[in-house]
């Protein structure tokens, strides 16, 4: 009986840790906050930032104040890693503070709340460095928040009477909504950014408030989307003034929404007229003392509706299948001498402006005499700042001479690309030629170094066939009907061992 029970707990012991193996396959979400340097010029920002990795971005707490300095717009990194075919991904927002003025400043501990997690940061002291150029203006405060109506007056009512109402008059404002393109004609698969602004004088602070906006947002969103475009939103979830001139006038602009939006045909980007609601006030026209001497209202305000034209790009045999934007490239190898039968490593790197997401490693020739090629391993940082979207994407390959001599990359590694700038096709193309020295290998020499984070020394034993997607899940569902029937079992036969006691 004893090794019954025995047999019996060790078996529901392994499935507890096999549950548990199947259950760390899915990494959990994770979270960090990143400081920028502490000792800076004044004309440079400080900056702080949160990474996320692990779970998408769905909501995360203000970013916080800091004593001597100004919040001066964020940015959004993307960082995507594919490695043997297994992706993730990194977000990073970045909040940039401007300082007023030269000297020493405490950034105090704080915490943020990123996705439900909390995230703290032991603060820092900084120092800030005079420098000839100026420090950025002050912006103006946001518009302060309506006042409350007075109460009643109650027992002065009674003896005095009531007093008469006041009449209330509604004064022009300069305020209006616009959204604005950053180019009024575009290509196949060219970015264009749209920015959604709520215009506003000085002035008119005292008599406008925003309503309910976080409400009002997701339909205005909704609206503006394209079906027939790729889409790149912008990270902003608070709404600063930025002093701005426009028709020799000063405006606070709020920017309420961003994106990019990359077309994926020739079809026009089609923006609606769009309308958010705000709270304006009445002004009394004869003020009295004590009171407030405003009356809320409502007021709606609406864009003018835009089309922009999109051109289809010029004849090439390619033309599907060419990446549209601003790009230059960049390689990298990781060695100065080569050997025939030696692994190196060799890097082409895209970067600039455009929709990295959609573009694709250089197509390799077959066959490749003398040369085994492995990878890629695609690696992408997209970064969303000052109205542009662009980065870097690298493909990373692994490359084994098998004979001596000059290996030409630019036979092997070019990208043909459409510049939307200039209209015209280019191709970028590998410079590096390196020069292999040893002697004629035969067939597969490839040894993986066992310092490579991409290719371990399993490499050359691991299985290579195919397993289905949910082979975790799977697992996991039989290991928790073997544990439920296993705990079904332990309880039926405590039951019984307490009935059999005398």
Do not use: C
């Not at 949160?50 to 300095?69: I, K, M, Q, V």
């Not at 109205?387 to 001479?401: E, I, M, Q």
Request: charged share 20%; glycine share 8%; no cysteine.
């Amino acid at each position: 009986m004893v090794s019954r029970w025995v047999a019996l707990w060790g078996a529901f012991f392994w499935i507890l840790l096999l549950g548990a193996g199947v259950q760390a396959q899915t990494p959990a979400p994770r979270a960090r906050i990143i400081l920028g340097k502490a000792d800076f010029p004044i004309n440079e920002y400080y900056t702080i930032s949160f990474s996320l990795s692990g779970a998408p971005l769905e909501r995360y707490s203000a970013f916080p104040d800091l004593e001597g300095f100004k919040k001066s717009g964020k940015s959004s990194t993307t960082t995507t890693r594919i490695v043997n075919g297994q992706s993730s991904s990194e977000l990073t927002i970045t909040q940039r503070y401007a300082a007023y003025d030269e000297g020493e400043f405490v950034v105090k501990p704080f915490t943020m709340t990123v996705n439900g997690l909390t995230v703290r940061s032991v603060g820092a002291t900084l120092t800030v460095k005079p420098q000839p150029a100026a420090a950025s203006a002050t912006a103006p405060a946001p518009a302060p928040a309506p006042a409350q109506e007075p109460a009643g007056i109650g027992l002065l009512d009674q003896l005095f009477g009531k007093p008469k109402p006041q009449e209330y008059v509604e004064p022009k404002d300069n305020a209006f909504l616009a959204l604005v393109p950053d180019k009024t004609t575009i290509f196949t698969g060219e970015g264009v950014h749209i920015g959604l602004y709520f215009y506003l004088t000085p002035t008119d602070q005292g008599l406008l408030a925003f309503h309910n906006f976080a409400g009002q947002l997701p339909g205005i969103v909704r609206q503006l989307r394209q079906p027939a475009a790729w889409e790149e939103p912008f990270d902003e979830q608070e709404i600063y003034p930025e002093t701005v001139v426009a028709g020799g006038k000063t405006y606070l602009r709020y920017r309420l929404y961003e994106a990019e939006f990359y077309p994926l045909n020739a079809q026009p980007l089609v923006f609606p007229e769009v309308a958010l609601q705000m709270v304006k006030y009445r002004i009394a026209k004869k003020p009295e003392a004590g009171l407030d001497n405003r009356l809320a209202g409502y007021k709606t305000y609406r864009t003018t509706a835009r089309t922009i034209p999109v051109r289809v790009l010029p004849p090439h045999p390619l033309r599907d299948q060419v990446p549209v934007g601003n790009y230059q490239l960049r390689e990298a190898i990781d060695r100065t001498a080569f050997r025939t039968g030696q692994a190196f490593t060799y890097s082409f790197v895209v970067e600039g402006e455009g929709n990295l997401t959609t573009l694709n490693a250089p197509q390799l020739p077959q066959p490749r005499p003398g040369l085994e090629i492995y990878g890629p391993d695609v690696q992408q940082e997209l970064t969303r700042q000052g109205g542009r979207v662009g980065g870097s994407k690298r493909f990373r390959y692994r490359l084994v001479p098998t004979k001596p001599g000059l290996v030409s990359l630019d036979s092997l590694f070019s990208l043909i690309i459409f510049n939307p700038t200039t209209a015209r096709y280019d191709t970028l193309r590998a410079e590096i030629a390196p020069q292999v020295q040893g002697q004629m290998q035969a067939g597969a020499t490839f040894h993986a170094r066992p310092d490579d984070p991409f290719y371990q020394q399993v490499l050359t034993s691991a299985d290579n066939s195919l397993q289905p997607v949910d082979a975790y899940a799977s697992v996991r569902r039989y290991a928790n009907i073997i544990l439920g029937a296993l705990l079904t079992l332990a309880g039926i036969g405590w039951w019984r061992g307490r009935r059999a006691e005398p």
